[in-house]
């Protein structure tokens, strides 16, 4: 708005100056055109002959009333040829008065405020001022090209009186102007800027990533239109963003997979190696203690076989462990959900084991409640049972006994337990004892050939059916445990 204020009052004062000081040269520089104009014609209808036509006499009246030119042509014994816009006697004194007056030099004042402007071999331009009305005059005489006298004059009416009215007239009409301007200025100012501080505030929020701001005009101008296309650029944008950031969390927790499956697999391959380092050493000294022939005596023999055996014993235990893990954990191969009785699982499971059990020394209960039926696959849940039972039996200490229980558990399930007792597991490592390969006492897992993957089959297979698991220490010994949905 100030700035269009300032517009206008700057266009204002350019025309005040430009009317002050060019106006009167352009005034002067048009009249003396129009008589070099009229000087021209009469030439020009000399030489061709036409200076005596009625088509001649039409064309000079005509040039005379347009520009305000008096003109008169004398021939050289000063007799009227041709007179028009003004008073024959008064025009043919004027022009005799010139050629046998004195003149100025030009751009210099002479008698009669008489001032040369132009000044060539056939005629002269001057400016002079009646002394007694005070009026200006432009005067053009001099001889055509066949030797005729001529006089063209035309009045100079009051330019610096025009000027000073048109000067009054700008200031005026730029009072008006600029009064006007401000009542226009504010109410267009008003529904230009309005719309365009909406957009740069959408735009500025659009830039702190703000996508919530909507421009709100609803118009057909074009600043309205370019506030619509910047919603639409700002939910389009929106919607990119999104999917870009949802495309490149996944990347990221992809490589994240990727990179935590890789260091899985070097710290599987760390682990089966390191487990299967020493019973293939020991099977290698034994065979190659026997090929050597180290001992003859029978008994000795029949050693180093038993030691190759058991520890050829424990690598196919471990290997079919790790296959079951691997299986477990693989996301092609699902669970097979089915209702069945946990119970009769149990004790099938134990009625197989008598020998195991006997040969432990460990008493065992059971429960003896049957009809428990649960959701799961029954393959799994034998293994987890297994591996919780087999580990109970190889820990048992003082009174050596394992407790197998059923219970009811919150939210409609059948919580199955395994109690040894014995030494409870140390804190720090309630939480590892389910990764892979780790073993609480390794002294102990080596000499009932433990391979530390047993929990870890546990973890694959309660987390591959969904349901929990975990384990509790007491005084006395260990309680493992886990939940099915009741069936």
Known sequence: MTALLLLLLLTLGLCVFLNTVFLDRYYRSTKMKALKLSYETLNKAENEGRFDSDEFDSAIHRVSERYNISLIVLDTDTETLKVAGGDSEFLTRQLLGNIFGRSSEKGERGPGNVTVLEETEHYEIRTMTDPVSGSGFIEMWGTLDNGNLFLLRTSLESIRESVSLSNRFFIYAGLCALLLGILVSFFVSKRITEPISEITEVSQRMKEMDFQAKYTGNSKNEIDILGRNINEMSEKLEQNISELRTANNALKLEIEKKNEINEEQKEFLSSVSHELKTPIALIQGYAEGLKDQISEDPESIDFYTDVIIDESRKMNGMVKRIMTLSSMESASDKPEMTRFDVSVMIRNYLRSSEILIRNSGVRVTAPESTGVFVWGDEYRVEEVFMNYFSNALN???????????????????????????????????????????????????????GSGVGLSIVKAAMESMGQPYGVLNFDDGVCFWFELERG
């Open 395 to 449: 820990h048992a200490k003082g009174e050596k006994r394992v407790d197998v229980s059923l219970s009811d558990s919150d939210d409609n399930k059948i919580r199955v337990s395994v109690f040894n007792t014995g030494d409870p597991i140390p804190e720090e490592s309630v939480d590892r004892i389910w990764d892979r390969f780790y073993k609480v006492d390794k002294a102990r897992s080596r000499e009932y050939g």
